[in-house]
């Protein structure tokens, strides 16, 4: 009898803990930023954040928690949580910090934001709407949640935005309009300005955290609980504001129906003490289990050795980052299994984190009870290791050139296949391996295989392939359907692709308002060649976008600070893979670089490489294209090809110059190369240069 009630017990406990009937994906991103460097510090962010975080990780969410995010950081970040977060069904970012809006636009500002040009908001502040066209692309719901709605605190007011020079909104956040299933929260209505209120957390994002693991409780009821709470916090100053276009209901913690019944101890009969069985805890001390990074939900495989019901486990410490789980139902800390579960039990670790974690548990058996610890390793498959993808939105490592790409990769990716077939990430990782290795049909296959299984970048690399005839016909029709559907997707490869056809009418016919905002957008998630391009449009000014050498520079100089050696060899810099360091006390002279200037000349000549990249691999020459991430390969075009090409240079972070005879151009097809005229170019024998070359800030 008393086993029975043990048994009943524990079924109710994993029911009260248990939040979705199945194992929802759902992911958070948690930001706060405090320590501002060019203005003054906010007081709360940060440990608005750390509390928010922890209310996810209750709820069961995976929880990327970040601090005081420069733009840099902001972007390695958040490619790792839409890695996360591709296929999820909840993906939720909550902001804490400085947040303005421009011309309708809103904007959130990374800590090392300084705004004192007017182009500096593109390449300085993070666009919320390129943020929520991301998850929209990824997750099935979307919810926002921001506590940023301040005001400027930046003594420029006005800045570029698009083709169009606007002027900062003067108090809080703009209305957003909101897609299908997304749900947007402001910390106050909009264009007010919200409170950090006067002690250590603000009176929103303490509301939030107290309401928001209430059970049973959907989201929008929940918003309704925090507005109430903040306008009487605030005597009604702050009026908390969401917009909502939810069709499904999102409960971010369920628990059981109905209440589990009180137990009943039978009269005169003293509690059984049940013995732990052998090897209980053993299946779990001290253990080091290693697990795949980017694969799923990976089996613990712990081999417990009873099933008796009334021995259950509860989760005693969490570990820091990743999720535990059952095939069924996510696991939020403090949750309990019974016997016959632990053998089910699954950890998925986050990406990004490298750092082993710890998992504590407490086996109990009537009165009984012991503690045990074991260690879970998260590990990089040597497939990703040997040819992950620079900026791809499904992967799972910073990734490398293809000239960087090794003899083994091939052999690697062929077992990460073997081993993970569902994965579409490893197909496209061995499409590029079988590239670098020049055995382009069996790259071609392993591509459409990922391009079949979901895997974006794929997709751009068929329209690669397809534009620059690798082992095919060219075919800059099909090339453009490939680039425009993994545009769609937010790969920041197709998007400068699709952008770059569309503002110069390669193949397709012009929109240059299109074109460019897809330019943008690729810059903003980090893509080098989009900086480089929008850098040779704003120079000169085309197709109607205005001339702006300033707005030009503020993009080179983001090209630069990512290590990029086509934006040091615009300005005139020498290539270099890293900065120097100086020592022994030198005098150190700055000279800030002022404006762009455009000199003509009769004939372009050759310029010797500054830097030649590295090749890795001593086997078959690595093939070579116009687009992409890959060098130019026909014999000295930096320009447009007859192809119409239409994505081009290496990616952030390369070790070679220019090709073919070119000063100051980018490769492949870039905009600077498309009309014969313009900087960069080497059609019409001009160069790009700048009265001075180094720069202080760069």
């Known amino acids: 009898m008393l086993r029975c009630y043990a048994f009943l017990a524990a079924l109710i406990l994993v029911g009260l803990t248990a939040f979705e009937a199945h194992a929802d994906r759902r992911v958070a991103f948690v930001i706060g930023n405090s320590e501002y460097r060019e203005i003054p510090a906010l007081k709360n962010p940060d440990k608005d954040a750390q509390d928010v975080a922890n209310t996810f990780r209750l709820a069961g969410f995976d929880v990327f928690v970040a601090k005081d995010l420069t733009k840099l950081q902001f972007e390695a970040q958040f490619r790792n949580y839409l890695a996360a977060a591709d296929g999820a069904d909840l993906a939720v970012v909550y902001y804490s910090g400085h947040g303005f809006q421009i011309g309708g636009e809103n904007f959130l500002i990374p800590v090392d934001a300084s705004l004192k040009a007017a182009a500096d908001i593109e390449v300085q502040a993070i666009k919320l709407d390129d943020v929520l066209q991301q998850l929209r692309s990824k997750s099935k719901i979307q919810v926002i949640i921001l506590d940023a709605c301040r005001n400027n605190p930046f003594p420029r007011k006005d800045y570029w935005l698009r083709d169009q020079l606007i002027v900062a909104g003067g108090a809080g956040l703009a209305q957003v309009k909101s897609s299908l299933n997304t749900l947007i929260a402001f910390a106050t209505e909009p264009g007010a300005v919200a409170y950090d209120g006067t002690g250590d957390l603000s009176p929103f994002s303490s509301a939030f955290s107290r309401r928001a693991l209430a059970p049973n409780q959907e989201i929008r009821t929940v918003m309704a609980a925090v507005r109430r709470d903040v306008v009487k916090a605030t005597n009604g100053r702050q009026v908390p ?165 090794g003899g083994a990769a091939v052999e690697a990716c062929e077992a990460a296949v073997k081993a993970y077939p569902d994965v579409a990430r490893f197909h496209y990782e061995l499409g590029r391996a079988l590239l670098a290795a020049g055995k382009v049909d069996e790259a071609r296959k392993a591509i459409q295989d990922a391009a079949d299984k979901g895997h974006v970048r794929a997709v751009f690399e068929l329209g690669y392939i397809a534009s620059s005839g690798i082992g095919t016909a060219v075919d800059p029709v099909k090339a453009s359907g490939f680039y425009s559907q993994a545009s769609d997707k937010g790969d920041p490869y197709a998007m400068a692709a699709w952008g770059r056809a569309l503002f110069n009418g390669l193949g397709v016919q012009r929109d240059t308002d299109k074109g460019l905002d897809l330019l943008l957008k690729a810059a903003a998630m980090g893509h080098v060649n989009a900086m480089n391009d929008l850098a040779l449009i704003f120079q000169e000014g085309r197709n109607g976008v205005p001339a702006d050498p300033a707005r030009a520079l503020a993009f080179l100089k983001a090209g630069i600070k990512r290590q990029d050696v086509y934006s040091m060899s615009i300005l005139g810099l020498p290539a270099r893979s890293e900065l120097t360091v100086a020592v022994c006390k030198p005098k150190i002279v700055r000279k800030t670089v002022t404006k762009i200037k455009v000199v003509r000349i009769p004939t372009p000549k050759a310029v010797e490489t500054p830097v030649k990249p590295r090749q890795k691999d001593t086997g078959p020459a690595s093939w070579r294209g116009n687009g992409g991430d890959r060098p130019e390969p026909r014999g000295g075009s930096g320009g447009g090809s007859d192809s119409g090409s239409t994505d081009g240079g290496t990616e952030g972070g390369t070790t070679g110059g220019t090709e073919g005879g070119t000063t100051g151009g980018t490769e492949g097809g870039t905009t600077g190369g498309t009309d014969g005229s313009t900087t960069g170019g080497t059609d019409s024998g001009t160069s790009g240069g700048f009265d001075t070359v180094s720069g202080d800030g760069l």
Not at 349 to 356: L, N, V, W
Not at 364 to 387: E, H, I, V, Y
């Open 241 to 405: 504001w969401e917009n909502s276009s939810l069709i499904d209901d999102v409960v971010l913690v369920r628990s059981a129906s109905q209440p589990a019944p009180e137990t009943v101890q039978p009269s005169g009969v003293a509690p059984v003490a049940l013995n732990l069985p052998s090897g209980a805890a053993e299946a779990i001390e001290s253990r080091d289990i290693g697990i795949p990074v980017g694969v799923g939900p990976v089996s613990l495989k712990l081999d417990f050795p009873t099933r008796d019901p009334a021995v259950s486990l509860k989760l005693a410490s969490y570990p820091a980052t990743g999720t535990l789980s059952l095939p069924d139902r996510a696991l939020p800390p403090q949750s309990s299994l019974t016997a016959d579960e632990v053998d089910d039990l699954r950890y998925e670790p986050q990406i990004g984190s490298a750092t082993p974690v710890e998992v504590g548990f407490e086996i109990r058996a009537g009165n009984a009870s012991r503690s045990a610890t074991m260690k879970l390793s998260p590990s990089l498959n040597p497939c990703d290791q040997a040819a992950g993808a620079q900026l791809d939105l499904q992967g799972v490592v910073p990734g490398r050139l293809p000239n960087e790409i």
